[in-house]
């Protein structure tokens, strides 16, 4: 797979403790290929970026989209995705070798930890929504995923198209419009164009997902395992 336009922008900086590059790429353009070598990976910084697979007969499979303080291309060896700009992105690219290397400082270590952290969190939102087996199950998961990007903003920006979000909840672009449309007719959501959504009714569209809205948690306070305080060395040794 060639990259759509020419190498993007790059301007060195230091982000905190941990050496970085800031790299600009336009709507459409290659950030890595699926299977080159996993010397760096990315936070996102604005815009969206997706990730996909591509099967023997030409079939793409999205994996997964990240927005602003998302990790990705955190893998090993080689990478086993493709990664793309959906949007025109920043993003802030890392060496692995700077987490690797035995003499990197702790407080920078520390710091990449916390990043890939974030990482993971995000494979786990993921890995939430595609637990779920109606059509509209998973894209009112897929739109509360969006709201807490959006830092619980009811008014969602959905830069993706339909056909890539078809692809990622492994669904027909028919049946996404038409779920869309469903979620609207039952007042869940309001659809203002393309790509806007407003959430109307979050507690309705939480309970279709399966999911607790805040005020919905319920107030439970379970004691950790106590052998979870002597690994944490909570506890003295008896």
């Given amino acids: 797979m060639q990259s759509l336009i020419t190498a993007p922008a790059m301007m060195q900086e230091l982000h905190s403790n941990l050496r970085s590059t800031t790299l600009r790429f336009r709507a459409g353009q290659l950030i890595f290929d699926e299977g080159q070598k996993a010397t760096r990976w990315y936070e996102v910084i604005q815009g969206t970026v997706r990730t996909c697979r591509f099967h023997m007969d030409g079939h ?42 035995d003499s990197t400082p702790k407080p920078q270590l520390d710091e990449a930890v916390s990043i890939l952290f974030r990482a993971m969190s995000t494979a786990q ?3 939430f929504i595609m637990g779920h087996r109606t059509a509209s199950e998973r894209l009112a998961a897929f739109l509360l995923c969006l709201k807490q990007q959006a830092n619980d903003d009811p008014n969602i920006f959905v830069p993706m198209s339909r056909s890539d979000i078809a692809d990622f909840l492994g669904l027909t672009v ?21 790509d806007s ?7 309705g569209l939480c309970r279709l997902a399966g999911e607790y809205q805040d005020s919905m948690t319920p107030d439970v306070d379970t004691d950790i395992h106590p052998a979870a305080d002597l690994c944490l060395g909570e506890l003295s040794a008896a």
């Avoid at 049946?175 to 393309?194: K, M, P, Y």
């Avoid at 959504?197 to 507690?203: H, L, Y």
């Fill in 197 to 203: 959504v407003i959430i109307t009714d979050n507690a």
């Fill in 60 to 101: 793409r499979h999205l994996t997964g989209f990240f927005f602003s303080g998302d990790v990705f291309g955190a893998d090993h060896g080689t990478y086993g995705t493709a990664a793309e700009a959906v949007t025109d992105v920043v993003v802030r690219c890392y060496r692995v070798g700077d987490i690797t290397d």
């Fill in 174 to 194: 028919h049946t996404v419009s038409r779920t869309f449309t469903d979620l609207a007719r039952r007042g869940l959501i309001e659809i203002n164009g393309r």
């Fill in 125 to 127: 939102r993921y890995l």
